[in-house]
């Protein structure tokens, strides 16, 4: 057996921050900024996991160019249980075991606590992004103001 990161990220306001403006979120112009620091991370997997519906994280994965590199899209309307509940976790951990066959390290991105909570739980690395970021709880094992620091701090780990 082999081991590997496995990244699973919340869509809203974790890799998409939501305003009070009028932006329409699937067809703003966006870089491939984000695609390309996914892309280059050292990793056996990438899956967005939101309580949304799968035709809203598919859309917003669209818009951001992360479709083609997306293994899968866990969404409302496609698993059993939502965020927060141990069973939601325990699927979505469960499909991607059977699916990587091999041992491997989850590191789970998501905007609120009661997520992060039930992750660390079964065993996930928590990543909160928030403004408050400053503010971590003990329990959450980092924390960044947006996806793109974050993702800076693990690209930097790898070296």
């Known amino acids: 057996m082999t081991s590997g990161t496995v990244y699973v990220m919340d869509v809203d306001d974790t890799i998409i921050l939501h305003t009070k403006g009028k ?4 067809n703003m112009n966006n870089d491939t900024e984000l695609r390309d620091m996914i892309s280059g991370l050292n990793h056996q997997g ?8 799968y035709g809203h994280g598919y859309n917003v994965a669209s818009n951001l160019q992360l479709n083609d590199i997306t293994n899968t899209i866990f969404a409302r309307d496609t698993i059993p249980h939502m965020k927060p509940y141990i069973e939601s976790f325990n699927y ?3 499909i991607i075991t059977d699916y990587k066959r091999n041992e491997y390290n989850i590191i ?5 606590i009661e997520n992060l909570i039930t992750a660390k739980k079964i065993g996930w690395k928590t990543i909160w992004i928030s403004n408050d970021f400053l503010n971590k ?3 959450i ?3 960044f103001p947006n996806i793109y620091d974050a993702l800076i701090h693990f690209k ?3 070296r």
Request: proline share 3%.
């Open 23 to 26: 932006h329409d979120l699937y």
């Open 46 to 53: 990438f899956y967005l996991y939101t309580n949304g519906t």
């Open 92 to 94: 979505v951990d469960n």
């Open 108 to 112: 789970f991105f998501d905007d609120l």
């Open 137 to 139: 709880p003990e329990f």
């Open 141 to 143: 094992d980092y924390s």
């Open 156 to 158: 930097l780990k790898e």
